[in-house]
């Protein structure tokens, strides 16, 4: 029976479309083979076509400075200017922070610099540790109290008690304010559309741009020390918080709001009473992100003053002294850990409506766990007070694996520095130097129209005009021969990460008790320090852009394996069973049942790496790269807004044409799929 042809009208715009596919694709090959021939000839058929005319360039970076520099100098509300405002903010905002850090750390304090006096001692480590215990305990019972409670002994036990407690002062502060301004920004996106399309471009820069990049300006406006590291934290961490809660409120199924209509419920009560609530799970996701991305950002914000864990690491590094490093970032690991499980259980807690026993009537009685939460806060005030020497573990008694490390590294250089040695060099002449002049050689306008052609095959115009823009804009704010060294080596990063990380995610996912395992080393890998990475690294290779690549592929390599697993793990049993019925080896329903219908989620996790290897290459800047990461830092040095922003919307750009590109992909093969 023959099948019946498809409507006049219908066939005409399948003509279209497929006439509009084959002519990108044909535009695709004329670009891509033009582009070849034009590196293969060499610059002689047209120098502006490869390098940039300076003379043309946008002089987007003085502009920056100079507007900075009227921001902070010049500009005013009348009353009070620009800068007073941001320093009465950074005032508002040490307020909570010096009560923190009193209560955990320094205790509070007469007087300023050397000549302060302690009047009142922080809370003793034991008392710390009974309350998060006790926390934990009331959130997810006795497993939950006991691993919180070894997670905070860690920090004692190792030495680390005093910096942990100043950055968790400093998590203590930024994520209340991350979460609220994250929550009404999220709120204005769901009930206002043009609110929405008009921060998802910015969300996507704060999420793209390097940190070091706006360390400059907030340094500028907020000055230097802890509370400029906080607004820095914030503005790091808040963006995943504003697009949790727009999913969350518009997930909330209709039936609920229109009971909420059905009841009478104002505009105020239908947003607090039964929006909010309806969505809050995925909100503490969301809380839950920004305390992990605000623990992220300890390193960084030490650089302008936060100290803490995160001072630990960079001074580590700084010496090389890898043992302290690793001890330090260890340290952030159990903290993020802990506060993790916490955020986590809370969230679920949140969810189960309070039961209250008959007969309580008293405040201790309705709130037992606070009350001995306020117990608990007055005795270990009290025992510091009598014993100060009861607020950290005394040195004595504290442990160290510093001298182990440092003794595993240097007999890695002695016995192995010839083997090691050749790697490094054989990768760079073989692999790093051609890929890096080959990509340093192409002609910036054949690029361009690659990536717009590659747009517009994907997703359209749109996509194309945006591809198009974006690496336009690098070349003309001067960044491209930067931005190609960025490219090359974070490509050969994501490959190599890819390489090692779908073999090992395909490895774990049928196998549960392995994959249980190996989540937990990739909330490791997750949560330590990207600077911790480093240290390795430049001990055992020195500097230079092998060692980057290493550092780069060491963190960049847990997404691959995570989506990898996650993927195979959500193939429909049923297609694998009507695989093996039909006669497939193991191998054969891997390569053509498994991995085609995991392909959607693979392309997100390349997605993934490529944005965790562009994250970790700003930092490899530390380590003698000359790419976008290293202007970034040098403008940071120099104090340099306009020079620091454009490198960081370099990056930035980079990050959102491979993010849009590879999205739209993905979403092609969902679409062939379905």
């Known amino acids: 029976m023959n099948p019946l042809p498809a409507p006049p009208f219908e066939a005409a715009e399948t003509d279209k479309t497929s006439t509009g596919k084959r002519l990108a694709d044909g535009a695709l090959a004329i670009v891509a083979f033009t582009v070849l021939m034009a590196w293969w000839l060499g610059p002689s058929i047209g120098q502006w076509a490869f390098d940039y005319p300076r003379a043309w360039q946008i002089p987007a970076a003085r502009h920056i400075s100079q507007w900075m520099k009227w921001l902070v100098n010049e500009a005013s509300f009348g009353l009070f200017s620009f800068t007073d405002f941001t320093r009465f903010i950074a005032d508002l905002i040490d307020i909570p922070y010096t009560l923190a850090l009193g209560l955990l750390a320094t205790g509070f304090l007469s007087g300023q610099g050397s000549a302060a006096v302690q009047i009142v001692p922080p809370i003793s480590f034991l008392g710390v540790i009974l309350l998060v215990g006790l926390l934990g305990y009331y959130a997810g019972g006795r497993r939950l109290a006991t691993l919180v409670v070894v997670c905070f002994g860690f920090l004692a036990a190792f030495g680390q008690w005093s910096s942990a407690m100043v950055t968790l002062a400093s998590i203590l502060v930024a994520v209340p304010i991350g979460v609220a301004f994250g929550l009404l920004l999220g709120l204005a996106g769901y009930r206002w559309p043009w609110v929405d399309r008009a921060i998802t471009p910015l969300l996507d820069l704060m999420q793209t741009i390097p940190i070091f990049a706006y360390l400059v300006p907030i340094l500028f406006l907020f000055g230097f020390g802890p509370t400029a590291a906080i607004v820095g934290t914030v503005i790091y961490a808040m963006p995943p918080m ?126 037992p766990y606070l009350s001995a939460a306020l ?90 005009a945006l591809a198009g823009a974006l690496s336009f804009l690098i070349a003309a704010t001067g960044q491209w021969e930067k931005a190609m060294v960025t490219v090359y080596l974070c490509g050969i990063a994501v490959i190599i990460a890819s390489l090692i990380g779908i073999p090992i995610g395909i ?65 429909d049993p049923k297609v694998i069973e009507a695989g093996r019925a039909m006669g497939c080896t193991p191998f054969q329903i891997l390569t053509k049942i498994k991995l085609k219908l995991a392909l959607p989620e693979l392309m997100l996790g390349l997605n993934q790496t490529i944005m965790f290897a562009l994250s970790m290459l700003v930092i490899t800047a530390l380590v003698g790269t000359r790419d976008l990461g290293q202007e970034v830092y040098i403008a940071l040095t120099k104090a340099d807004t306009g020079r620091g922003i454009v490198a960081g919307l370099a990056v930035a750009f980079i990050a959102i044409i491979a993010d849009r590109l590879i999205s739209a992909g993905a979403a092609r093969l969902r679409e062939r799929m379905a």
């Not at 747009?455 to 996509?463: A, I, N, S, T």
């Not at 997750?526 to 390795?536: C, D, I, R």
């Open 375 to 464: 117990a608990v806060i007055v005795v270990s005030l009290i025992a510091s007070l009598l014993s100060p020497s009861l607020a950290t573990l005394p040195d004595s008694l504290t442990l160290s694996t510093g001298t182990f490390w440092n003794e595993v590294v240097k007999w890695i250089n002695i016995n192995f520095f010839d083997v090691l040695e050749v790697i490094r060099t054989t990768l760079l002449l073989n692999l790093l130097v051609p890929v890096k002049r080959f990509l340093a050689e192409l002609p910036w306008l054949g690029v361009v129209a690659l990536l717009a052609i590659a747009g517009f095959r994907l997703g359209g115009f749109r996509l194309a």
């Open 242 to 367: 504003a697009r949790i809660t727009i999913l969350g409120l518009r997930a909330v199924p209709s039936e609920i709001r229109d009971l909420g209509h059905m009841v009478g419920c104002s505009r105020h009560q239908m947003t607090w009473k039964v929006m909010v609530p309806s969505a809050a799970d995925p909100i503490m996701v969301g809380v839950n992100q920004v305390i992990m991305l605000s623990l992220n950002m300890v390193i960084i914000a030490s650089m302008i003053g936060a100290g803490g864990l995160g001072f630990e690491v960079l001074a580590a590094l700084r010496r090389l002294d890898i043992g302290a490093g690793f001890e330090a970032g260890f340290a952030i690991v159990a903290l993020a850990v802990a506060l993790d499980r916490l955020s986590q259980a809370i969230a679920r807690k949140a969810g189960v409506p309070p039961v209250l026993a008959e007969g309580r009537t008293s405040l201790v009685q309705r709130h």
């Open 507 to 571: 490895l774990a996912a049928e196998r549960e008790r392995v994959w249980r395992w190996l989540q937990v080393v990739i909330d490791t890998l997750q949560t330590l320090p990207s600077f911790v990475y480093l240290m390795p690294a430049v001990m055992l290779f020195r500097v230079g852009d092998f060692t980057a690549l290493i550092a780069i592929v060491a963190y960049a390599v847990a997404p691959a394996i995570r989506y990898t697993a996650l993927g195979l793990q959500r193939v």
